[in-house]
Nanobody
Framework: QVQVVESGGGLVQAGGSLRLSCAASGFPVRAYHMAWFRRAPGKEREFVAISRRSGGTIVYADSVKGRFTISRENAKNTVYLQMNSLKPEDTAVYYC????????????????WGQGTQVTVSS
C-alpha cells in the first residue's frame, strides 16, 4: 500500500527555516516522481518543487527558487523540502505527492498524496 506522511511543519518567524519530511512506504522513492505542493488559505493548491525519479530533473516554482531545496534520502525512503528565508506568503498546508508516470506542475495526475503539514510564517 502506497503511503506518504508529511511532518516538520510549524510556526516560524519570517526569515527563518524549516525542513519538511515526506516519509514513504509501500514503494521506493527513487523509482517515482516526487513533489511538494502547497495550499494557502483561500487559494488553489500550487506546485512548489518537483524531483524527477532516479536522480533526474528538479524544478522549482519561481516563488521559491533560491530559497527552497527538494532532496531525497533513498536509504530512509524519505523526501525533504528545506525551506530557508521564509516569508509570510509561504504560509500554507504543504503536501507531498507521488506520481508513477505523469510529471506536471499541476496537481492533476499525481497519484498519491499525504495529509499535509501546516507551515505558518509570522511577520
Amino acid at each position: 500500500q502506497v503511503q506518504v506522511v508529511e511532518s516538520g511543519g510549524g510556526l516560524v518567524q519570517a526569515g527563518g527555516s524549516l525542513r519538511l519530511s515526506c516519509a514513504a512506504s509501500g514503494f521506493p522513492v527513487r523509482a517515482y516522481h516526487m513533489a511538494w505542493f502547497r495550499r494557502a488559505p483561500g487559494k488553489e493548491r500550487e506546485f512548489v518543487a518537483i524531483s524527477r525519479r532516479s536522480g533526474g530533473t528538479i524544478v522549482y516554482a519561481d516563488s521559491v527558487k533560491g530559497r527552497f531545496t527538494i532532496s531525497r534520502e533513498n536509504a530512509k525512503n524519505t523526501v525533504y523540502l528545506q525551506m530557508n528565508s521564509l516569508k509570510p506568503e509561504d504560509t500554507a498546508v504543504y503536501y507531498c505527492a507521488v506520481s508513477t508516470v505523469y510529471l506536471s506542475s499541476r496537481p492533476v495526475g499525481w497519484d498519491y498524496w499525504g495529509q499535509g503539514t501546516q507551515v505558518t510564517v509570522s511577520s
